[in-house]
């Protein structure tokens, strides 16, 4: 905070989260023992701290921006502490949120946690951060959610095995969801199920490389490729394969 000289507010609303923080490290320490519930409080400080944090920085680069904890834009759960699932009413609540914000002002969201009705904290399990967006891109009907990561989109197949793999332009969500069965690091499942309902396109990209064209999962998708990819991994070996009346 100090190199990009923050403003003082921010320094506060930071500090304060990593008093609480402090304060519930020396509890687990005092009681030797550490519960679901108080895991998912204490791992949710990161989040919050980044957030308050990007959003301080746009904010000094011209680019308008306020932070959000998730709950505070919608992203509700029920109490399974460390893998909570969303519940029905977030959808209209994150658009109740949404319409009160000002149109030129980014919203920057925290990822992977939520509150359940008791106002606890709890985190959304594997893939969270990904559900989060997807669950707000659907819930405002955008016309699409980019997800970056760090890498060139959906690969063909594991480079680290076939050195020829290349990137998909783009699968379905049955598609995606059977890689990611047989270990590619695309969305979870459950990450992409809020953006298949709604017919979201979800967009994967490279943060490290931005201009690369990244891969597009769809409903639908274009192409008359015969074999989209192969997968190999613990659970076995797929190849899938679509066939093309002519």
């Known amino acids: 905070m100090d190199e990009f000289d923050l403003p003082d507010n921010t320094r506060k609303e930071v500090n304060e989260l990593l008093d609480e923080c402090e304060s519930m490290l020396q509890g687990v320490k005092l009681i030797q023992e550490l519960s679901p519930k108080s895991l998912d409080q204490l791992v949710s400080y990161g989040e ?51 319409e009160s914000l000002e149109p030129d002002v980014i919203a920057v969201v925290t990822g992977f946690i939520g509150r359940n009705p008791d106002g606890k904290i709890t985190t959304l399990g594997r893939g969270g951060s990904d559900l989060t967006a997807t669950q707000i891109g659907a819930a405002l009907a955008l016309d699409e959610i980019q ?8 690969l063909s197949t594991d480079p680290r095995l076939v050195e020829a793999a290349i990137p998909i332009h783009q699968v379905t969500y049955e598609e995606a969801s059977e ?15 809020p953006a298949m309902q709604s017919g979201t396109p979800v967009i994967i990209k490279n943060s490290y490389n931005p201009i690369a064209k990244g891969s597009i999962i769809a409903n639908k998708k274009d192409g008359n490729r015969l074999v989209s990819f192969l997968c190999m991994g613990w659970q076995g070996f797929s190849i899938n394969m679509r066939y093309h009346s002519t």
Not at 66 to 71: E, I, L, P, R
Not at 147 to 154: A, N, Q, R
Not at 181 to 189: D, N
Request: hydrophobic share 45%; with cysteine; charged share 20%.
């Open 48 to 98: 919050r701290c980044s957030v308050r944090i990007m959003a301080a920085r746009l904010n000094q680069l011209g680019v308008p921006a306020k932070s959000f904890d998730a709950w505070e834009v919608g992203i509700m759960t029920d109490s399974e502490f460390g893998d909570a699932k969303l519940l029905p009413e977030s959808s209209s609540l994150v658009r109740q949120a949404f």
């Open 179 to 193: 890689l990611s069965y047989f270990g590619a690091s695309v969305l979870h499942p459950i990450a992409m199920q």
């Open 147 to 154: 997800c970056w990561k760090d890498v060139d989109g959906i």
